[in-house]
């Protein structure tokens, strides 16, 4: 079995004579389990490309490979059901169930009722929506968010090798598509798809791609590497300006959490004496203490000067503690979270909300030094 | 990503509910004047002849094949026409062709009839076409308008997941324009019905002939008695396509 799964082949895409190609001349190839990210300025030619892999565009000339078998000539739509699509506008079908939807493709390939129902539980479950809740919901009851994680199910539906993704995630709030980016990341480490993904925000491709494309006019590639390479060894000034400037930033995107060494300060358990809490804070380094809740879930900060100040008991005194990290999320989360907190510091816990231990300013700053 | 709804008309659920009822009310009020016609007035002998029920059973009979057949014909026509000119490749069939109907509906339908009967003859079959030809545009126009309104990034994530051209006409792009196609259909029953109270003129029978009749014996009740009957049987068949586009109409949507 070859490491290849996709291979474009010389492929020319133009339409008619005496207008520039779309593509031109573009050789590429996917690896199995990979996502590949194909990133470039409007206009370049990415979703052309991507286009090209599953023949809503027909090459005018090159040969196309999957899994070694040309597919050149294939039949288009028995092709299509082998391959996961899906698009910005996730294209649900309006007058079709929840479940329906999900079902196209294997109802498609023929299977049985039962399979169909079974299957369409499991994807629902695997991209977090409850399946009694929305197996019989219309697509026009659903936000943007949730309207994409059906398309994403639909997309896996008969289990493809293969997932095409044409800027999935670029019409959706910012808020969510960080938790739709950071979900789609926690399903690939299960699926391990082959995918290549369109997108034109070189932050994206950096968090997403085990491997970025970065696409001149033309479907021209001027550079394909890990994202940690071309940020560290921009190919030429294309690339550099398309990176834009703040590499180091955005290389946080490229670390987690997990990938920290944590803080630990002084935690004090509601409920708790005043006294206990002043001793604590006496002893910490930092002039501060965490209060956490009976389950160990962090409340508030607390430094001396609130408890002075206030007679108030402790549980009403520091200040909230309003967002905490997960091990999963990217030190950029991190950073901001951090910038934003009143202490200089972000909480992290587990995914039952316990706290583990804390980020600090000086620990993502001796992270980023140690890199370089 | 919610604006990947098909963008069809929304309507509010007001005149949604006014569209059922609208015709109904009308029929009944225009029932009532017929009664009272018909009771108060004094009938004489010639009247009551054109009014009598076997006439008027087999001038509703005639009126309803007219209308049906034609409206049969119409949508077997534009339809399919309707659908082969929304296809890949059609675009200047299409727009010369509802140029060229445009055309046709700027005839009067009495023109029509006509114009017809020169080249046919007299006959129930001169009308059913001549109607046909009349009301065959808003049926063509409203599938054409009824299939491109239809989300194209729907079709694309169809295309993309291996429907063929054809699963992706019958599955997703009849069932998302049939309610537009049914409005045109309905605007031509109504149509159809209305204008085959021309068909006496040619020997085509319906109720124009009690209307007819009316007028040349100079019988006001007959004239009005005659004019409601068809009147009511437009409003009845605007409801029944009511009915239709609402019952047709795919859940979801």
């Known amino acids: 079995m070859s490491n290849v799964l996709i291979r474009l082949e010389n492929v020319s895409k133009s339409y008619g004579a005496g207008s520039e190609p779309a593509v031109r001349n573009l050789t590429l190839e996917v690896m199995r389990g990979e996502v590949l990210v194909l990133v470039g300025p409007s206009g370049c030619g990415k979703s052309t490309t991507l286009r090209l892999i599953n023949r809503l565009i027909e090459p005018t000339s090159g040969r196309m490979f999957i899994d070694g078998e040309d597919v050149t000539e294939a039949n288009p739509s028995e092709l299509r059901r082998k391959i996961g699509y899906v698009i910005q506008q996730v294209g649900l079908f309006p007058h079709r169930t929840i479940a329906e939807n999900i079902a196209t493709v294997p109802q498609l390939l023929g299977w049985s009722k039962e399979k169909i129902s079974a299957r369409v539980d499991e994807l629902l479950e695997l991209v977090s929506m409850d399946p009694e809740t929305y197996r019989d919901r219309y697509p026009k009851e659903l936000s943007g968010g949730q309207a994409q994680r059906i398309g994403v199910a639909r997309a896996l539906a008969a289990d493809p090798d293969v997932l095409l993704m044409d800027e999935p995630f670029g019409a959706i709030d910012p808020i969510t598509r960080d938790r739709l980016q950071n979900e789609f990341l926690r399903l690939q480490q299960e699926v391990k798809k082959t995918i290549v993904f369109v997108t034109h925000d070189i932050d994206e491709a950096i968090k997403m791609g085990n491997r970025i494309a970065i696409l001149r006019e033309g479907s021209e590639i001027a550079q394909l590497d890990t994202p940690e390479a071309i940020l560290a060894h921009p190919a030429d000034e294309f690339v550099e300006s398309f990176l834009g400037s703040g590499a180091i930033l955005k290389g946080l995107t490229l670390k987690k959490v997990s990938d920290i060494d944590l803080h630990q300060v002084p935690t004090l358990t509601s409920p708790v004496l005043r006294e206990e809490a002043l001793k604590a804070l006496q002893e910490s380094p930092d002039q501060v203490a965490l209060l956490l809740d009976g389950v160990g879930r962090p409340l508030r900060w607390i430094d001396e000067r609130a408890l002075n100040r206030t007679s108030q008991p402790i549980e009403k005194s520091g200040r909230p503690v309003t967002v905490d990290l997960q091990p999963e999320d990217t030190l950029q989360d991190a950073l901001t979270v951090m910038l934003q907190s009143s202490v200089g510091m972000a909480c992290v816990t587990d995914r039952k909300g316990k706290y583990l231990g804390c980020t600090t300013i000086e620990s993502l700053a001796k992270l980023i030094m140690s890199d370089g | ?253």
């Open chain 2, 1 to 253: 990503m919610t604006t990947a709804i098909s963008p069809g008309k929304t309507r509010s659920p007001l005149s949604e509910r006014l569209d059922l009822i609208i015709s109904p009310i009308f029929a009944a009020g225009l029932a009532i004047l017929g009664f009272a016609v018909w009771t108060y007035s004094d009938l004489d002998k010639i009247t009551i002849a054109i009014l009598s029920p076997d006439k008027i059973q087999r001038q509703i009979g005639e009126t309803l094949i007219l209308g049906l057949t034609s409206s049969i014909l119409v949508v077997l026509i534009a339809v399919p026409v309707g659908i082969l000119v929304t296809r890949k490749g059609y675009p200047r069939l299409k727009s010369a062709l509802v140029n060229t109907l445009g055309l046709g509906q700027a005839l009067p339908a009495y023109g029509l009839i006509v114009i017809f009967f020169s080249f046919m003859g007299s006959g129930i079959v001169t009308v059913i076409l001549a109607l046909a030809t009349f009301s065959l545009l808003p049926v063509l126009r409203n599938t054409i308008v009824g299939l491109e309104q239809v989300d194209k990034s729907v079709i694309d994530a169809a295309r993309g997941m291996g429907l063929t051209a054809r699963q992706i006409l019958l599955k997703i792009e009849l069932p998302l324009s049939v309610e537009v196609i049914l409005g045109g259909i309905r605007t031509a029953v109504v149509i159809n019905i209305g204008f085959s109270a021309l068909a006496f003129l040619v020997g085509g029978g319906g109720l124009g002939e009690t209307i007819n009749s009316g007028l040349k014996l100079d019988r006001g009740p007959a004239i009005l008695i005659g004019a409601v009957m068809v009147a009511i049987m437009a409003l009845l068949f605007d409801f029944l396509s009511a009915l239709a586009q609402k019952y047709l109409k795919p859940k979801g949507l």
